[in-house]
């Protein structure tokens, strides 16, 4: 089996690295916005439709709308580069995706001989932007959210 590349191998020659780390820069750019960029554009957009005095449902609803949108089209940008990352990488799935009512309630199903399962860049790179986010959002609450009861600035 000299000719034919293995799953999860790389097939033919190296790729090429500088479009390696620009999608995998894109990928984080993108994970990234998903948690600021978007929350804090909808909420600009509202702002701009919004007049003087109290928030108006009208106003509530652009952001939902807008935020809607701007997730839908990260979250398609974010397949989108993953799927290139791994076309240009060479690597190709080696676990098959089920939807969830059709998969085994008995485990996972198991590895044939020569697979070894393995996490995609797309992957890994949202998993770490979730860590990231979360220990980033505890050093805010408890270090520099205000307190709720009374209403000193910090901890």
Same mark, same amino acid.
């Given at each position: 089996?000299?000719?034919?590349?293995? +799953?999860?191998?790389?097939?033919? +020659?190296?790729p090429p690295r500088l479009k %390696?780390?620009?999608? /995998?820069?894109?990928?984080?750019? &993108?994970?990234?916005?998903?948690?600021?960029?978007?929350?804090?554009?909808?909420?600009?957009?509202?702002?701009?439709?919004?007049?003087?005095?109290?928030?108006?449902?009208?106003?509530?609803?652009?952001?939902?709308?807008?935020? &809607?949108?701007?997730?839908?089209? %990260?979250?398609?940008?974010?397949?989108?580069?993953?799927?290139?990352? =791994?076309?240009?990488s060479g690597h190709s799935a080696?676990? *098959?995706?089920?939807?969830?009512?059709?998969?085994?309630?008995?485990?996972?199903? +198991?590895?044939?001989?020569?697979? *070894?399962?393995?996490? /995609?860049?797309?992957?890994?790179?949202?998993?770490?932007t979730v860590v990231i986010v979360?220990?980033?959002? =505890?050093?805010?609450?408890?270090?520099?959210?205000?307190? +709720?009861?009374?209403?000193?600035?910090?901890?």
């Amino acid at each position: 089996m000299s000719g034919v590349a293995r +799953p999860g191998s790389l097939a033919g +020659p190296s790729p090429p690295r500088l479009k %390696l780390l620009g999608l /995998t820069v894109a990928m984080w750019l &993108a994970a990234a916005n998903i948690w600021t960029g978007a929350p804090l554009l909808a909420l600009w957009v509202g702002s701009q439709t919004q007049g003087s005095g109290p928030p108006t449902m009208s106003s509530v609803f652009v952001v939902v709308i807008v935020l &809607a949108a701007l997730e839908y089209g %990260l979250v398609a940008l974010l397949g989108g580069l993953g799927t290139a990352h =791994e076309r240009l990488s060479g690597h190709s799935a080696t676990v *098959r995706q089920h939807v969830a009512w059709l998969r085994s309630m008995r485990g996972e199903r +198991p590895l044939y001989a020569g697979e *070894r399962a393995s996490l /995609t860049s797309l992957e890994r790179v949202l998993a770490a932007t979730v860590v990231i986010v979360v220990v980033v959002f =505890e050093i805010w609450f408890l270090f520099y959210s205000g307190s +709720p009861f009374d209403s000193r600035t910090g901890r």
